[in-house]
């Protein structure tokens, strides 16, 4: 597996607060993405990162916001948490073809 | 817009059962397809992969998929399910840019002893 954590692993916020999940590497993947796994959807791309400082929508992109200032580092923010954003959110890297996927963070927003 | 589809939700076995799990993904053009396997509160592992060349691709622990470009499938196989394959099955379809990947909404196999 390539060197992919995330942090935290968990976290329990409430209504309204911002929150950030960090996702790290250490494979010097060009690609990083988020995702957000819910039962009955399968995985859900939320960002993509295609290089420093590069980054697109994906699919379910609505209150969340990404950053990626260095090639190991991919930033998650949810601008102001809703119950909808209770999920677990996988961070993913690659090069051309296939990702790889760090261990995820379960985030409950009460 | 890509979409993949896996129409057996949940499957049930018994062990030695022979297992295959379907996926149908629509894209008319070049695809890169995959399975991913999800255990139990783990995160998603590579089964297999398919770029170009033999249709029937191997991966690991004995599982193996056939690539049917007439009926946009990708089907997963495994000759004799073990218990240990219990787990969560994904296929994907990257077809764009970035090496997106777009994912069908998962099979949970459950293998019984």
């Known amino acids: 597996d390539a060197g992919i954590t995330q942090s935290p692993r968990h976290k329990v916020t409430e209504t309204g607060t911002p929150v950030t999940l960090r996702c790290h590497q250490t494979?010097?993947?060009?690609?990083m993405y988020w995702y957000r796994q819910d039962p009955g959807h399968g995985l859900r791309l939320i960002h993509y990162?295609?290089?420093?400082?590069?980054?697109d929508k994906g699919e379910v992109s609505d209150g969340y916001s990404v950053s990626r200032s260095k090639t190991e580092d991919f930033l998650l923010t949810l601008e102001s948490a809703t119950s909808s954003q209770t999920s677990v959110y996988f961070c993913a890297t690659g090069n051309e073809g296939e990702q790889y996927f760090g261990p995820g963070t379960r985030l409950t927003v009460t | 817009a890509q979409s993949v589809s896996q129409h057996n939700h949940h499957v049930i076995l018994s062990e030695a059962a022979s297992l295959e799990l379907g996926c149908n993904y629509s894209y008319g053009g070049t695809v890169n397809l995959f399975w991913y396997v999800q255990y139990p509160g783990q995160h998603l592992q590579l089964l297999l992969k398919?770029?170009?060349?033999?249709?029937l691709v191997k991966g690991i622990k004995g599982f193996e998929a056939e690539f049917i470009k007439s009926k946009f499938s990708f089907n997963l196989r495994k000759p004799s399910v073990q218990w240990s394959d219990t787990a969560e099955y994904f296929c994907a379809v990257n077809a764009g840019t970035a090496s997106k990947l777009t994912f069908g909404t998962g099979t949970r196999l459950q293998v019984t002893l």
């Open positions: 494979e010097n993947h060009r690609y």
């Open positions: 398919y770029f170009s060349g033999d249709p």
């Open positions: 990162s295609y290089g420093v400082k590069d980054t």
